[in-house]
């Protein structure tokens, strides 16, 4: 006798001890900010099933011409480390834990007389809560959101004066994850 049955997917195999990956994390940036890098390439490294770290990093880099003369320059460089605890419910997984990122900005402007820098450094750390959803068994997409703990310091210098301003706040935050395991 044969069998006409057709399955659009198998079932996922979350029993490794060990699962390594690479994807991207789309970030959604604040509109009145200086725009963060809004990609991040990330490496998640799932151990037991239960436990994942995540590092990740994005840059940009950007200038800025009128009449043909150079007016700005902008580059930023973001570093991050998410460490989350997980639980696997056949195609799906969620997770909980903390995410921590750092991004540096630099900006010079040209046009300005005399020209000047601005320099930012801003830390968040806070806890996040996220969603997976395995389509086949190395490709995944994943919605976060987090509450964050914002620290900022940053400086404006033109010729020999610097203004320095520190502020400290909370926000939230959303991403759309990607995920492509090994």
């Given at each position: 006798?044969q069998s006409n049955?057709?399955?659009?997917?198998?079932?996922?195999?979350?029993q490794s001890n060990?699962?390594?990956?690479?994807?991207?994390?789309?970030?959604?940036?604040?509109?009145?900010?200086?725009?963060?890098?809004?990609?991040?390439?990330?490496?998640?490294?799932?151990?037991?099933?239960?436990?994942?770290?995540?590092?990740?990093?994005?840059?940009?880099y950007r200038e800025?011409?009128?009449?043909?003369?150079?007016?700005?320059?902008?580059?930023?460089?973001?570093?991050?480390?998410?460490?989350?605890?997980?639980?696997?419910?056949?195609?799906?997984?969620?997770?909980?834990?903390?995410?921590?990122?750092?991004?540096?900005?630099?900006?010079?402007?040209?046009?300005?007389?005399?020209?000047?820098?601005?320099?930012?450094?801003?830390?968040?750390?806070?806890?996040?809560?996220?969603?997976?959803?395995?389509?086949?068994?190395?490709?995944?997409?994943?919605?976060?959101?987090?509450?964050?703990?914002?620290?900022?310091?940053?400086?404006?210098?033109?010729?020999?004066?610097?203004?320095?301003?520190?502020?400290?706040?909370?926000?939230?935050?959303?991403?759309?994850?990607?995920?492509?395991?090994?």
């Amino acid at each position: 006798m044969q069998s006409n049955n057709v399955y659009s997917q198998k079932e996922v195999d979350h029993q490794s001890n060990f699962n390594i990956g690479i994807g991207i994390d789309l970030k959604f940036p604040d509109l009145d900010q200086t725009p963060f890098p809004p990609t991040d390439l990330i490496l998640p490294i799932d151990i037991y099933n239960i436990l994942r770290i995540e590092p990740g990093f994005g840059f940009s880099y950007r200038e800025e011409f009128e009449v043909n003369s150079l007016d700005e320059k902008n580059k930023q460089f973001r570093y991050s480390l998410g460490i989350y605890w997980l639980k696997n419910f056949n195609k799906s997984a969620m997770y909980l834990g903390v995410h921590i990122d750092n991004v540096k900005t630099r900006n010079e402007y040209f046009l300005i007389a005399p020209p000047s820098k601005y320099t930012q450094d801003e830390f968040r750390i806070g806890p996040l809560v996220g969603l997976e959803y395995r389509f086949v068994d190395k490709l995944s997409v994943g919605g976060e959101l987090l509450v964050l703990r914002v620290t900022t310091k940053s400086h404006f210098t033109n010729s020999n004066n610097t203004v320095p301003r520190n502020t400290k706040g909370w926000k939230t935050a959303n991403s759309i994850k990607l995920r492509f395991y090994f």
